[in-house]
């Protein structure tokens, strides 16, 4: 079981930018975990919490990189909050940007996180739970009627010797993270 919680937020302000957080979402979140002292956002686009990537330069982001290659050391960070655009189709017409390999930029981004670090994972869907992760909970955003919730997937990078837990079919599965194990 994966435990779910409801948060109901005020649209983000109008703005040329599409697909920005609703409001307040990243404070919430940021409170949710706990305060984690090095956040960052592969996909970046305006967020205005932590570090931001993002391949549009008129963003003015921290770094311009590509979310599939970041320019970070392993496990650099205590968050990484994933917000892709939900499609090719919506990367192209909306952003400019090129299509997504999903495996490739999770695996990036879970790469760059501390072990027992957080992964946020925002979308339209229930996104896969990563190698080396657990879920540990699901925020479903409503804005307002008529708009589709968004999901958050939180899941935790396992440290070693941590059982994984909280599976898809809620299942509690006693596997053992030694160095060097595959999850
Ligand atoms: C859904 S928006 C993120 C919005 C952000 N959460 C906010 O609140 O402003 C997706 C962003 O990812 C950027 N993007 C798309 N493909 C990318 C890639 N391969 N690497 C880095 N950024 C990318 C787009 O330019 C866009 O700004």
């Known amino acids: 079981m994966i435990p779910t919680l409801t948060w109901t937020l005020p649209r983000p302000p109008r703005s040329k930018y599409k697909g920005g957080f609703p409001l307040y979402f990243e404070q919430n979140l940021y409170q949710y975990l706990g305060y984690p002292a090095d956040v960052l956002h592969p996909f970046g686009g ?38 892709p655009p939900y499609s090719d189709e919506e990367a192209r017409q909306l952003y400019g940007t090129p299509p997504l390999r999903p495996g490739a930029y999770t695996k990036e981004a879970v790469r760059v996180l501390k072990r027992g670090g957080w992964l946020a994972v925002y979308g339209d869907r229930e996104p896969r739970r990563p ?3 657990n879920h540990h909970s699901r925020i479903l955003v409503v804005l307002r009627p008529g708009h589709r919730p968004r999901v958050c997937m939180i899941f935790q990078k396992r440290k070693f010797g941590m059982p994984h837990y909280g599976s898809e079919s809620g299942e509690c599965m006693e596997i053992e993270l030694t160095e060097g194990s595959a999850a």
């Not at 970041?70 to 990484?80: R, S, W």
């Open 131 to 133: 190698t080396y992760c």
């Open 46 to 83: 305006r967020a205005e919490i932590g570090v931001r990537c993002d391949l549009d330069a008129t963003l003015e982001p921290d770094y311009v990189c590509d979310a599939h290659e970041l320019p970070f050391e392993d496990e650099a960070f205590d968050c990484v909050v994933l917000d």
